[in-house]
């Protein structure tokens, strides 16, 4: 199963962009990246995820490099309420399983 | 809101007991994931339920168990319980067999072992 690597924290300033680095060396070429957050110990908050070409949505933009090894969520006007837990996330490929690391905690700043 | 319930919020057990979480999928979502998050780690994949059959299971011991019932709701049982077994049970659901699509997430259920 693929794994991810992401920063244990970093720090943001409010209305700055934050963007949030993760390494997955092993992904297997069906695998998806997901990002989810989780604020304060609630239920993960899905946010964004692809496969090989960049996304954008409402919450986030995903920046996935060519040879899929490393990503990066960019969420471009970062407010307080963004601090959170980020989980970078390779779903199994044909399961739904979600292998979740650590993740990078982000406290944005006034 | 992601539409997904968790019941109770909080339970305190003691070792050995068993113990019963429920959850409450979307309408229509027919596949149930459930996951542990003991305290400061990411969540861990218990196993997956898709239309009442076990269709994927992570490295759980076989006293933690499941069922998935028609009306989109699923128990996670967990029998035996150890002091590790603390620990904050998320379900998520989704509309596809194999979780394909976006998973939602419950808001929880902190589990105490005493």
């Known amino acids: 199963d693929a794994k991810t690597t992401q920063p244990p924290s970093m720090d943001c300033a409010e209305g700055r962009a934050a963007n949030l680095p993760c390494n997955h060396s092993?992904?297997?070429?069906?695998?998806?990246v997901y990002w989810y957050r989780q604020i304060h110990s609630q239920g993960p908050q899905y946010i964004i995820h692809?496969?090989?070409n960049n996304e954008t949505n409402e919450m986030a933009s995903l920046i996935i490099t060519e040879d899929r090894k490393s990503s990066t969520l960019i969420l471009p006007h970062a407010t307080l309420r963004d601090t959170a837990v980020y989980y970078c996330?390779?779903?199994?490929?044909?399961?739904?399983?979600?292998?979740f690391g650590q993740g990078t905690t982000l406290q944005v700043k006034p | 809101e992601t539409g997904v319930t968790q019941s109770p919020t909080h339970l305190i057990k003691t070792r050995g007991q068993q113990v019963t979480l429920r959850c409450s999928s979307q309408?229509?979502?027919?596949?149930v994931s459930w996951y542990q998050q003991a305290l400061g780690q990411g969540p861990q994949f218990i196993f997956q339920?898709?239309?009442?059959?076990?269709?994927g299971r992570g490295n759980f011991p076989p006293r933690f168990s499941g069922l998935q019932f028609p009306n989109y709701s699923s128990e996670l049982n967990v029998n035996a319980l150890e002091l590790d077994d603390s620990a904050l049970y998320l379900c998520?659901?989704?509309?596809?067999?194999?979780?394909?699509?976006?998973?939602?997430f419950g808001p929880g259920t902190r589990l105490t072992v005493l």
């Open positions: 998520a659901s989704s509309l596809d067999e194999l979780a394909a699509d976006t998973q939602y």
């Open positions: 092993t992904i297997s070429g069906n695998e998806y």
């Open positions: 692809g496969l090989k």
């Open positions: 996330i390779v779903r199994v490929a044909d399961t739904g399983k979600l292998i």
């Open positions: 309408s229509g979502h027919n596949t």
């Open positions: 339920y898709y239309r009442e059959e076990e269709n």
